[in-house]
């Protein structure tokens, strides 16, 4: 069992800046790709960022790529997304997300094995 714990979200204007983290408790934090979700009102839920067990493999949704960066430090447990040149439509909760990955170069976090409760964060225009 793995405990997922985000933190971080709120309101900022849009061009601004944020980082989102997510603290795990329970099994060896290593052996999970992690990843961020999000989720818009009205809307289904959608994936921004994942990252490989030891982090160095990532990939992105596309209007993420550039603009945000997903983190991990496995001492800590924890994975972080940094958000820079936020939007309106950025405007959602996000969700961390974690998978057990066989592969060490493994990004895939469909479908995710745990999810965290999720933290809001609105950009303002």
């Known amino acids: 069992q793995v405990q997922l714990v985000e933190s971080g979200g709120g309101l900022v204007q849009a061009g601004g800046s944020l980082r989102l983290s997510c603290a795990a408790e329970?099994?060896?934090?290593?052996?999970?790709?992690m990843g961020w979700f999000r989720q818009a009102p009205g809307k289904e839920r959608e994936f921004v960022a994942g990252?490989?067990?030891?982090?160095?493999?990532?990939n992105y949704e596309d209007s993420a790529k550039g603009r945000f960066t997903i983190s991990r430090d496995n001492a800590k447990k924890t994975v972080y997304l940094q958000m820079n040149t936020l939007r309106p439509e950025d405007t959602a909760v996000y969700y961390c997300a974690a998978k057990l990955a066989k592969i060490a170069q493994a990004t895939d976090i469909m479908p995710p094995d745990y999810w965290g409760q999720g933290t809001q964060l609105t950009v303002s225009s």
């Open positions: 990252i490989s067990r030891y982090g160095r493999i990532t």
């Open positions: 329970g099994r060896t934090f290593s052996d999970y790709a």
